[in-house]
């Protein structure tokens, strides 16, 4: 099974990027599909998840109105459109899926993550 991230990068302060991860390996159906991040020197926090129907969504309350989680079903894909990035959103961001949806959303719950991609906000 693996789950691989793309579209990190440096950005300047107010700008944006687009994360997405693609999942393969197993047959991802069903599976609530998010995204964590670990800064430097901090522990590992949720950021955003979205469930298999999309019907339910959730935010870390210091991205809500500024980043969006969308999915693709049928490319076993997961995004994370983030607009009007600020410096403490550098991090590596970890693709995540899990079998059910749960709330509030904690990483032991993963089953799987990604390797992680660099996301450096900074002018």
């Known amino acids: 099974v693996q789950l691989v991230e793309s579209g990190g990068g440096l950005v300047q302060p107010g700008g944006s990027l687009r994360l997405s991860c693609v999942a393969s390996?197993?047959?991802?159906?069903?599976?609530?599909m998010g995204w964590f991040r670990q800064a430097p020197g901090k522990e590992r926090e949720f950021v955003a998840a979205?469930?298999?129907?999309?019907?339910?969504?959730e935010y870390a309350d210091s991205v809500l109105g500024r980043f969006a989680i969308s999915r693709e079903n049928n490319k076993d894909a997961v995004h994370l459109q983030m607009n009007t990035l600020k410096p403490e959103d550098t991090a590596v961001y970890y693709c995540?899926?899990?079998?059910?949806?749960?709330?509030?959303?904690?990483?032991?719950?993963?089953?799987?993550w990604g390797n992680g991609t660099l996301v450096t906000v900074s002018s």
């Open positions: 979205m469930s298999w129907s999309g019907a339910s969504t």
């Open positions: 390996g197993r047959s991802f159906s069903g599976y609530t």
């Open positions: 995540a899926a899990l079998s059910s949806w749960r709330r509030p959303l904690r990483a032991d719950y993963i089953n799987y």
